[in-house]
């Protein structure tokens, strides 16, 4: 099945600092998302981006698909933004996710 | 988008019972899939669940001790059935949202803790 690599593991900012987030892939795909994990468990769809760049307010993600890579850029971050990042990528609807990075924005 | 509502949120189970969890959907969909997040680890797989046949299981997951029903377009439910506490997890649904621009989408989690 497809690979999936997130890094960093773990990422520690403080406040008003930027950062990038990588995800791997290991195989072409059809959908890749990214999402944030809030402290109580919820999945909080970030972006829909199997291909191309996409900004939303602070955030913006650019997938290279023949690269096989996706990037999530956080600017100006706030303690809000602390949480778990997953990538998730597909091929005819099941999703692998990669093992996420652990964000934390200290004030 | 597809909005899932899933219940319940949370619950704690004395091992050895079973949890019934359910998933409904605001629109009729083909695929469903459940998931399961290990404390401190990644979303894993369980099963994908069509409508009018059996479950598909990943590999580790067995009917028997995850059973799940999909009696129509927009409902399916996940059952933990003989629980233990290695099955303290959360679970998830998620479907497609439709349409090609929007990927999957999931419920909000069953914060599951056997003891």
């Known amino acids: 099945g497809i690979q999936v690599e997130q890094s960093p593991p773990d990422l520690i900012l403080q406040e008003g600092a930027n950062s990038t987030l990588r995800c791997n892939f290991s195989d072409s795909v059809n959908n890749l998302q990214w999402f944030h994990q809030n402290p109580w468990g919820q999945l909080i769809n970030l972006f829909y981006?199997?291909?191309g760049t996409k900004q939303n307010g602070r955030l913006s993600a650019t997938t290279v698909a023949t690269e096989r890579y996706s990037l999530l850029y956080i600017s100006s971050s706030q303690t809000t933004d602390s949480g778990v990042y997953f990538c998730?990528?597909?091929?005819?609807?099941?999703?692998?996710f990669g093992d996420g990075t652990t964000l934390t924005v200290k004030p | 988008s597809a909005v899932i509502s899933q219940k319940p949120s949370r619950d704690i189970c004395q091992r050895g019972t079973s949890l019934t969890i359910q998933c409904q959907v605001d629109s009729q969909v083909t695929m469903m899939f459940w998931y399961r997040q290990q404390p401190g680890q990644s979303l894993t797989l369980i099963a994908t669940?069509?409508?009018?046949?059996?479950?598909?299981?990943e590999s580790g997951f067995v009917i028997d001790k995850f059973p799940i029903s999909r009696p129509n377009l927009t409902f399916s439910t996940l059952t933990v059935s003989n629980m233990s506490p290695e099955d303290s997890s959360i679970y998830l649904c998620?479907?497609?949202?439709?349409?090609?621009?929007?990927?999957?989408?999931f419920g909000s989690g069953t914060r599951l803790t056997v003891v």
């Open positions: 981006i199997p291909s």
């Open positions: 998730a990528v597909s091929n005819a609807g099941k999703s692998t």
């Open positions: 998620s479907v497609g949202t439709g349409g090609s621009n929007y990927g999957y989408t």
């Open positions: 669940a069509n409508q009018g046949s059996e479950a598909t299981y």
